[in-house]
């Protein structure tokens, strides 16, 4: 019998979510290219931007970044790249979580990467 996934609840669990996207991310033939030479993120950085933004956004706690949305949308906009990361962000959401929040990271994800239209 299956265990039934916990939804998005601690600070923990963003930090899952967040570094499985971005392994996704980085294993990408399609993203990792983008995200490594033209966005050039440095990944340490960019990973404490994302757990404080995902905190922020998911509960309501104030981000220490200062940077409403992380850097991360340095690719064409209506693409296949922005369906290709909100892809890559809903399955990491969904092979770790299910409910409310991650429902609602789902969601803001999809308005994050389309807003870059």
Same mark, same amino acid.
């Given at each position: !019998? &299956?265990?039934?996934? &916990?939804?998005?609840?601690? %600070? *923990? ?16 033939? $399609? ?10 993120? +440095?990944?340490?950085? +960019? #990973? @404490? ?7 922020? @956004? #998911? ?6 970044? *200062?940077?409403?949305? &992380?850097?991360?949308?340095? !690719? ?6 922005q369906?290709?990361?909100? *892809? $890559?962000?809903?399955?990491?959401? %969904?092979?770790?979580?299910?409910g409310?929040k991650? %429902? ?9 990467? #389309?807003?870059? %239209?």
């Amino acid at each position: !019998m &299956p265990t039934a996934l &916990p939804d998005i609840r601690t %600070e *923990g669990d963003i930090k899952v979510l967040v570094d499985c996207f971005c392994q996704k991310v980085n294993q990408d033939a $399609l993203l990792s290219p983008i995200f490594s030479a033209v966005a050039a993120v +440095h990944w340490p950085n +960019h #990973l @404490t931007s994302l757990y404080d933004y995902w905190s922020s @956004t #998911l509960f309501g706690r104030t981000n220490s970044t *200062g940077q409403p949305i &992380p850097q991360q949308l340095a !690719m064409p906009a209506r693409s296949q790249y922005q369906r290709q990361w909100i *892809g $890559l962000f809903s399955k990491a959401v %969904e092979e770790n979580f299910a409910g409310d929040k991650a %429902e609602e990271a789902k969601v803001k994800a999809r308005s994050i990467a #389309l807003s870059a %239209e």
